[in-house]
T-cell receptor
Framework: AQSVTQLGSHVSVSEGALVLLRCNYSSSVPPYLFWYVQYPNQGLQLLLKYTSAATLVKGINGFEAEFKKSETSFHLTKPSAHMSDAAEYFCAVSSYSTLTFGKGTMLLVSP | NAGVTQTPKFQVLKTGQSMTLQCAQDMNHNSMYWYRQDPGMGLRLIYYSASEGTTDKGEVPNGYNVSRLNKREFSLRLESAAPSQTSVYFC?????????????????FGPGTRLTVL
């Protein structure tokens, strides 16, 4: 079985502040992990993915995530938030053929 | 390339009516998926097609049927709509043939269909 837990349905930050979105996974086999972003009224698009090549993964728009096996975590970070980062973010795990998504975290960015 | 397209964008149905949601991709992808998105629930997989000619149930298949018409098209049918099927439906595709193990494949999503069942 595979599952993902995203801590916090909403996260609020000020523009320029650090962004930290938390993701913990459960998997019976070594997983691959993904972060997707959804802007209002759009479909999801890939931010970054962990494919076991490197534990620190860099994605688009300045985001990165670190795979920590001992903590079963794959938290998403960005050093400095922009207003354009306001969106919903989904962590997902692939232990089998298909993806299992977390419930999502809405990132709110204030000026 | 249009990527993944979905029709219609919006639909309102009455309980018991039927409808088909259409999805097409122009990326020559092998695998296609249907998800539903509900507030606070994330995305849940309804059905998927690992290759042309095959379909499999996902997490929430009850009340739905699918058809992989050809490599490009994957439709989702609601035979008798219920208010519990009010949701936003997303189609997605990915390049690889699914083989049962973990996949690194990126999924590409359509813009979604917002369905309301009264």
């Amino acid at each position: 079985a595979q599952s993902v837990t995203q801590l916090g349905s909403h996260v609020s930050v000020s523009e320029g502040a650090l962004v930290l979105l938390r993701c913990n996974y459960s998997s019976s086999v070594p997983p691959y992990l993904f972060w997707y972003v959804q802007y209002p009224n759009q479909g999801l698009q890939l931010l970054l993915k962990y494919t076991s090549a490197a534990t620190l993964v860099k994605g688009i728009n300045g985001f990165e995530a670190e795979f920590k096996k001992s903590e079963t975590s794959f938290h998403l970070t960005k050093p400095s938030a922009h207003m354009s980062d306001a969106a919903e973010y989904f962590c997902a795990v692939s232990s089998y053929s298909t993806l299992t998504f977390g419930k999502g975290t809405m990132l709110l960015v204030s000026p | 390339n249009a990527g993944v397209t979905q029709t219609p964008k919006f639909q309102v149905l009455k309980t018991g009516q039927s409808m088909t949601l259409q999805c097409a991709q122009d990326m020559n992808h092998n695998s296609m998926y249907w998800y539903r998105q509900d507030p606070g629930m994330g995305l849940r997989l309804i059905y998927y097609s690992a290759s042309e000619g095959t379909t499999d149930k996902g997490e929430v298949p009850n009340g739905y049927n699918v058809s992989r018409l050809n490599k490009r098209e994957f439709s989702l049918r609601l035979e008798s709509a219920a208010p519990s099927q009010t949701s936003v439906y997303f189609c997605a595709s990915s390049e690889a043939l699914l083989a049962g193990g973990p996949s690194t494949d990126t999924q590409y999503f359509g813009p979604g269909t917002r369905l309301t069942v009264l």
